[in-house]
T-cell receptor, first 114, second 112 residues
Framework: KAGVTQTPRYLIKTRGQQVTLSCSPI?????VSWYQQTPGQGLQFLFE???????NKGNFPGRFSGRQFSNSRSEMNVSTLELGDSALYLC?????????????FGPGTRLTVL | DAKTTQPPSMDCAEGRAANLPCNHS???????VYWYRQIHSQGPQYIIH???NNETNEMASLIITEDRKSSTLILPHATLRDTAVYYC?????????????FGSGTKLNVKP
């Protein structure tokens, strides 16, 4: 079974621009979660989507948003990019049943903001 | 979710068992212990999880103390490819609650 895929793998943007990242979950998985990883803050939870609805949200500003499509693929958008948004963005998919649902991570998208 | 405490780094000789400790003294009854590892700038990889009984799979063993306030991940025969940051996470097992809080992790250095 194919794993979680993320596109693009690397991205360079300038301040003020916006960016969209894509995540395709493992087949059959209905939940997609997004995380930001920086050297200073570590891995931080952004939000989770399940059945096209945001189900859980972390503590990030409204510039960070996402959506999920009917095929469970998800996109994450960051508007008005700041230098501090440079990070590895990871998505993880799971069945979505909650409980002891295990999350499986993709390889990440490395975003650099200049 | 309960917070976890892990040593920032550990060394292990290749071929020997690596024992990675985790303290989660405020864990509550419905929280599971999960372990993931991250090899340099790749996505975290699931290793194992448990509630109160010891667990074993093809990658590792998880030993949870009787009071559940701490646990140990055991890699029985560490190889150089096991060099990674290992994260211990406690996570409430509730329907529709699906977020993980990652701490700082332990950097395991496996040496030849």
């Amino acid at each position: 079974k194919a794993g979680v895929t993320q596109t693009p793998r690397y991205l360079i943007k300038t301040r003020g621009q916006q960016v969209t990242l894509s995540c395709s979950p493992i087949s059959g998985h209905r939940s997609v979660s997004w995380y930001q990883q920086t050297p200073g803050q570590g891995l931080q939870f952004l939000f989770e989507y399940f059945s096209e609805t945001q189900r859980n949200k972390g503590n990030f500003p409204g510039r960070f948003s996402g959506r999920q499509f009917s095929n469970s693929r998800s996109e994450m958008n960051v508007s008005t990019l700041e230098l501090g948004d440079s990070a590895l963005y990871l998505c993880a998919s799971s069945l979505g049943a909650g409980g002891t649902d295990t999350q499986y991570f993709g390889p990440g998208t490395r975003l650099t903001v200049l | 979710d309960a917070k976890t405490t892990q040593p920032p780094s550990m060394d292990c000789a290749e071929g020997r068992a690596a024992n990675l400790p985790c303290n989660h003294s405020t864990i509550s009854g419905n929280e599971y212990v999960y372990w993931y590892r991250q090899i340099h700038s790749q996505g975290p990889q699931y290793i194992i999880h448990g509630l109160k009984n010891n667990e074993t799979n093809e990658m590792a063993s998880l030993i949870i103390t009787e009071d559940r306030k701490s646990s140990t991940l055991i890699l029985p025969h560490a190889t150089l490819r096991d060099t990674a940051v290992y994260y211990c996470i406690v996570r409430v097992a509730l329907y529709n609650f699906n977020k993980f809080y990652f701490g700082s992790g332990t950097k395991l250095n496996v040496k030849p």
